[in-house]
């Protein structure tokens, strides 16, 4: 049991009554109150965004590499202060003209992405390639991932930026 004892003063010309509160009803209530508190709380959920992972092949054998030709792949590269540049180049061809810009604002890179499926000539290899760069944000990342999933394109990548791309990026950017 707790408690708080006040003592007399000694030499006082008035005796004082020793004073006794008992705590053990206050502690009571205190644990009542804190196990209310942590039965009734939401905890939040953590948001979690599916990746569309390629299953593990229970067979695996050496296949050659397919090549994706331009028509058949649109490349994102993600830049700094929220850019977004994209191309269906190789190395040869890409230059400043090639390498277009565009940003997040409405369904800009979901109707490119459309537009680029539409003109491949097979559409079953059609993959997006996504690019970010060492300036580029984690949210712009986010964003790309979500207009792929708008689109509904299940085939993408996520690579490094190449040395000829980042070239040309450096050009346009700076």
């Known amino acids: 049991m707790a408690e708080v ?8 010309k008035q005796k004082k009554k020793m004073i006794r509160v008992d705590m053990t009803p206050m502690v009571d209530l205190g644990f009542l109150l804190i196990t209310f508190f942590m039965f009734t709380t939401n905890f939040t959920k953590p948001n979690v965004m599916d990746l569309g992972l390629p299953a593990k092949d229970p067979n695996p054998h050496p296949i050659d590499n397919p090549v994706i030709g331009e028509q058949n792949q649109i490349t994102f590269i993600l830049g700094k202060d929220n850019r977004v540049f994209y191309h269906q180049s190789n190395a040869k ?10 940003d997040f604002s ?3 890179i979901s109707k490119i992405i459309a537009k680029a499926y ?13 690019k970010p760069t ?12 979500d207009n792929l999933a708008i689109s509904k394109k299940e085939r993408y990548g996520v690579t490094d930026i190449k040395p000829w791309e980042t070239k040309v990026y450096k050009e346009l950017t700076q």
Do not use: C, H, W
């Open 5 to 12: 004892i006040a003592q007399e003063k000694q030499g006082s």
């Open 93 to 102: 061809d890409l230059n400043t003209t090639n390498l277009k810009e565009t």
């Open 106 to 108: 409405g369904i800009k």
């Open 118 to 130: 539409q003109k491949a000539p097979d559409r079953e290899k059609f993959t997006v390639i996504v």
């Open 134 to 145: 060492d300036d580029a944000n984690y949210k712009n990342f986010v964003d790309m991932l």
